[in-house]
């Protein structure tokens, strides 16, 4: 099985930064995307920013010009700088993986960790 873990939320004042992290573990042939969603109450789960496996980023727009998404391949491991902090960026903020795993027959399969809290407030 693949293990996703998240690390790097907290409480931030605004204007400050926060480095998220994300890395998967398992029996991993290869990750498709890797990225960051978040998600507050009475909203739908919006996408903030991802990378491909060949290095293409989207970002929302929202955090566009204050945020980088970047990798490390050989650790299965994305990372997310969110710099210039709002309090609307105030959400929960889960990893996500497309993921092909070590066995023949097996599609890639979409993972999620189990989000970790960002709060912008002061």
């Known amino acids: 099985q693949v293990q996703i873990v998240e690390s790097g939320g907290g409480l931030v004042q605004p204007g400050g930064s926060l480095r998220l992290s994300c890395a998967a573990s398992?029996?991993?042939?290869?990750?498709?995307?890797m990225g960051w969603y978040r998600q507050v109450p009475g909203k739908q789960r919006e996408l903030v920013a991802q990378?491909?496996?060949?290095?293409?980023?989207t970002y929302a727009d929202s955090v566009k010009g204050r945020s980088t998404i970047s990798r490390d391949n050989a650790k299965n491991t994305v990372y997310l700088q969110l710099n210039s902090l709002k309090p609307e960026d105030t959400a929960v903020y889960y990893c996500?993986?497309?993921?092909?795993?070590?066995?023949?027959?097996?599609?890639?399969?979409?993972?999620w960790g189990q989000g970790t809290q960002v709060t912008v407030s002061s």
């Open positions: 398992g029996s991993i042939l290869n990750i498709h995307f």
């Open positions: 990378i491909s496996s060949d290095g293409f980023t």
């Open positions: 996500y993986a497309m993921i092909r795993i070590a066995r023949a027959e097996v599609p890639p399969i979409d993972y």
